[in-house]
């Protein structure tokens, strides 16, 4: 009798598995955020993020080149324009991005107002290497 439901009630319980496995890692991590370098630019060089929100930026160094992914307001900016540090790892925020890798950062916006991501190697911060990151 239960039989020839015996398919249909295993495919179902099959797709029910499936919908709580992608709920579960969906809300384990927020949005992943692609981020290009290119010719030295930030592409793209304009994101929009709700406060509060945890996003991971995957930051695609296209360039032949170093970069570096150094998010921070103007003083942070400013800070690392004129520092002299080469090599970054340990801080979400500030990121080296050696030439040709992918390098992947979390970071949670925890509250409104205008960020900057820049790189700092020699020239490239002055040849408009930033972008500009808007928290609501
Ligand atoms: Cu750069």
Redesign the pocket.
């Known amino acids: 009798m239960l039989g020839r439901y015996r398919l249909p009630l295993t495919l179902a319980l099959a797709g029910l598995l499936v919908i709580a496995w992608a709920v579960m890692v969906l809300a384990a991590s927020g949005p992943t955020v692609p981020v290009d ?1 290119k010719y ?1 630019r930030f592409e793209p060089d304009e994101f929009r993020f709700k406060a509060g929100q945890e996003v991971t930026f995957v930051i695609f160094n296209d ?1 032949p ?4 992914f150094i998010l921070g307001d103007q003083a942070v900016q400013d800070g690392h324009e004129l520092g002299t540090e080469a090599h970054h790892g340990s801080i979400p925020t500030e990121v080296s991005v050696p030439a040709g890798a992918t390098v992947e950062t979390t970071i949670t916006f925890d509250r409104p107002g205008e960020l900057i991501i820049g ?3 020699p020239g ?1 911060y002055a040849y408009g ?1 930033k972008a500009i990151v808007t928290v609501r």
């Not at 080149?65 to 570096?68: A, L, Q, S």
């Open positions: 370098i030295s360039d080149i170093d970069h570096e790189c700092h190697l490239h290497m």
